[in-house]
């Protein structure tokens, strides 16, 4: 049975919570599924990584010890979003540049 990829990304300004709710859902993704069936994909920096291909795996042993810790360990960009679908002055495809990196 192949691994189940499950991708977690925080965007926006940081708020409190973050952390326990990325802690809370690789938590639970781990008791439901198995550590060994499921990959956590963390997207760094919010739509600003998912556009420039900064995901990884994560390491199960990430998720312990964040909870009283401030931010997000993924940490978060602002990308305006309401534009993501124009081209800019950037030339870059956004929208095709995310399709791009979830399919990786």
């Known amino acids: 049975m192949a691994k189940r990829r499950i991708g977690i990304l925080t965007s926006g300004g940081d708020c409190p919570g973050l952390n326990a709710t990325i802690r809370g ?3 639970a993704v781990y008791e439901r599924m198995g550590v060994e069936n499921v990959e956590i994909i ?3 920096n919010g ?3 998912l556009i420039n ?3 990884r795996e994560m390491d199960p042993s990430e998720f ?3 909870l009283t810790r401030g931010g997000t360990i ?3 960009k602002r990308q305006p979003f309401k534009m993501i679908s124009n081209i800019g002055e950037d030339n870059v495809d956004k929208v095709k540049q995310m399709k791009d990196t979830y399919k990786k």
């Open 47 to 49: 739509y600003y990584g």
């Open 64 to 66: 312990s010890g964040i």
């Open 53 to 55: 291909n900064m995901a």
């Open 25 to 27: 859902v690789a938590k």
């Open 74 to 76: 993924l940490g978060t």
């Open 42 to 44: 963390g997207v760094q």
